[in-house]
């Protein structure tokens, strides 16, 4: 049973720090590439960034490029958002996904075959 489970959402000020982290369970991690998705309420889910299974090579949306880092560690079956420099507009459920196909970083959520259940970031003004 494949289980992705996310931490470190929560309440901070604008211009802030959060470190999100997503240990996975169940899946040949070093498989998979590996992104990280956000839903705000009353919008669809977004894609945030994506690293690929050996974390030769990163992607980011425009929203959050300059802002956020992601990065993984095979060895802990785990992959990492750090978001710096955080503003009202990034306050969304967070979730992690890993994707099969990693020959390209894709931003679709349909590519994704695993998902967390979410960790919940409020970015207050």
């Known amino acids: 049973q494949v289980q992705l489970v996310e931490s470190g959402g929560g309440l901070v000020q604008a211009g802030g720090s959060l470190s999100l982290s997503c240990a996975s369970s169940g899946l040949t991690f070093s498989d998979y590439n590996m992104a990280w998705f956000r839903q705000a309420p009353g919008k669809e889910r977004e894609f945030v960034s994506a690293i690929t299974w050996s974390g030769a090579s990163t992607y980011y949306a425009d929203s959050v490029k300059g802002r956020f880092t992601i990065s993984r560690d095979n060895a802990k079956n785990s992959v990492y958002l750090q978001m710096n420099s955080l503003k009202p507009e990034d306050t969304a459920v967070y979730y992690c996904?890993?994707?099969?196909?990693?020959?390209?970083?894709?931003?679709?959520?349909?590519?994704?075959?695993?998902w967390g259940q979410g960790t919940q970031v409020t970015v207050s003004s």
């Open positions: 996904a890993a994707s099969i196909y990693r020959r390209i970083i894709y931003t679709t959520t349909t590519k994704y075959n695993y």
